[in-house]
């Protein structure tokens, strides 16, 4: 008996309701990205593995799916090499190259190779899919999509301003009112990092503190000891796990903490910026919040760091996160090239849509009419009304076969279509059709010669 087939953890089959479902996210997506005045670009799937390589921080690079050598690559490790049973320098001879783990540094590779061609400031989106080494979970796989929105070429505050825009918009769009849009600053945290005598330990520092919400603050501390922050300066920053209050509260607070910190005063002047700006632009639904303890585990960004959380008490991971990276074209020899960028976690924000029932019922509906086939000469008769129904732009079908009625109605009610068409002997006659609506159970008769009026009734 054959095996029975299967895929890998982490990864996912579609269904044609699903991959409708999917695509109406992107369409929202794609159109609010459009409206910013964003433009698509594409990179491989693939990418040489010094591209991305180092970019991520240790924990990210092991999340990094790399890609073995073609040929009989194992021939190329010399003997000492292979008995060492140490991945670190075996990988280096028998994989060159990895599927991309994020959209960003990708998109960063992209600007250095084709900044002669490029108008700064330039804007892209990307849709695409990424793949990470990750442990699967719910609303986390090894294969998913990010759509990203970045801006590069330009060091103006008021980019992070149009980008919490574009998170409203779009989540407003999508239905889901009242997403949090969490912000905190690179800056803010290397001076806390300072203040607290651990400027040495910054990337351990917000790598850990990253981690609150999954681990606790005694996790927290206990990843901290390790890593050799000392307990006198994670005394100094407990306040923050535990920060609350409005947004000028923790703003005052952080100006207090950070007064003899440079850094972290530059980091608390952007903050502010960004949240008077929006007080006076406004948003649509969505909330914007001060997270001192938000840190994001990617050692690239160096400002302004957003997370969106999901509405409605919903359990679930971040659903967008993004933030200011000012030298990330400098790791390809592209100096003083500063960006920032967004990205919508499209599978997480299906799960979340799904569980709270937000998609519109005419997504899964990808055909309006289905004929019914009732022989020969009827379904000819059906196939010249599909015909101008299609150029009109309306989805339609015939049944392939003059099966039992109730076969064909249940065909029609399986695939969730709105309307069927019957042309049985009596409408040939009669040069006529009757449409039945699904949803109503109520029908009614056109002529042939009356087609349009029947288009401009759906």
Same mark, same amino acid.
């Given at each position: ?5 299967? $895929? ?8 044609p ?10 369409? #929202? ?8 005045g ?7 799937s ?25 040929? =009989? ?8 090499t ?7 320098t ?9 599927l991309?783990? *994020? ?11 084709h900044q ?5 400031? @330039?804007k ?16 986390? @796989? ?7 929105? /970045?801006?590069?070429?330009s060091?103006s ?9 574009l %998170?409203?918009? $779009?989540?407003?769009?999508?239905g ?10 690179r ?19 917000? #790598?850990?503190? =990253?981690?609150? /919400?999954?681990?606790?603050? *005694? ?5 901290m ?19 609350s ?23 608390v002047e ?15 639904s969505?909330?914007?919040?001060? /997270? ?34 000012? /030298?990330?074209?400098?790791i ?17 924000? %299906? ?20 004929c ?26 015939? %049944? ?10 249940? %065909? ?24 039945k ?11 042939f ?9 759906l």
């Open positions: 008996m054959a095996q029975k087939p299967s $895929i890998p953890k982490g990864t996912r089959d579609f269904s309701s699903e991959v409708g479902k999917r695509n109406y996210i992107f369409n #929202i997506v794609k159109k609010h990205f459009k409206t910013f964003f433009q698509p670009i594409e990179t491989p693939f990418e040489n593995s010094d591209t991305l390589l180092g970019k991520y921080g240790d924990e990210g690079d092991r999340l990094i799916f790399k890609i073995l050598n073609s040929g =009989d690559f194992i021939s190329k490790v010399d003997d000492v292979y008995s060492s049973k140490n991945s670190s075996i990988a280096p001879k028998i994989t060159e190259k990895a991309r783990y *994020d959209l960003t540094v990708p998109f960063a590779r992209y600007v250095v190779m002669n061609e490029i108008d700064f400031p @330039f892209r989106y990307q849709i695409q899919p990424v793949w990470r080494a990750d442990r699967p979970q719910k609303g986390r @796989f090894r294969e998913f999509y990010q759509c990203d929105a /970045d801006v590069v070429g060091k505050l008021l980019q992070e301003v149009e980008l919490v825009q %998170y409203d918009a $779009i989540f407003s769009d999508l889901l009112v009242g997403t949090t849009i969490k912000l905190n600053n800056k803010v945290l290397a001076g806390i990092a300072e203040v607290i005598g651990a400027k040495h330990l910054l990337v351990d520092f917000t #790598i850990a503190l =990253d981690k609150l /919400d999954k681990i606790g603050k *005694d996790g927290v501390v206990t990843e000891l390790n890593k050799g922050i000392s307990e006198a300066a994670i005394e100094k920053a407990s306040p923050l796990f535990s920060l209050g409005s947004n000028s509260d923790q703003l005052a607070m952080l100006r207090r903490l950070l007064s003899d910190s440079e850094v972290g005063s530059k980091g952007e903050l502010e910026f960004i949240l008077n700006s929006i007080v006076e632009l406004g948003l649509q969505a909330q914007l919040t001060i /997270d001192v303890t938000l840190a994001r585990g990617l050692n690239y960004y160096t400002g302004a760091i957003f997370e969106v959380a999901a509405p409605n008490g919903v359990q679930m991971g971040s659903i967008g996160g993004g933030g200011r990276y000012d /030298d990330l074209t400098g390809f020899g592209l100096k003083d090239v500063s960006g920032v960028g967004i990205s919508f976690g499209l599978d997480r924000i %299906y799960l979340v849509l799904d569980e709270l029932n937000l998609f519109p019922k005419t997504v899964e509906q990808d055909v309006q009419v289905l019914v086939n009732f022989g020969e000469q009827e379904a000819m008769a059906s196939i010249k009304l599909i015909t101008q129904l299609r150029k009109a732009g309306v989805a339609s079908d015939l %049944y392939p076969t003059s099966a039992k009625m109730q076969k064909q109605m249940k %065909y029609a009610n399986n695939r969730k279509i709105p309307y069927v068409i019957l042309i049985g002997a009596q409408e040939l006659e009669a040069n006529s059709f009757v449409v609506n699904m949803n109503k159970g109520s029908q009614a008769t056109f002529q010669t009356e087609i349009s009026d029947f288009i401009n009734s």
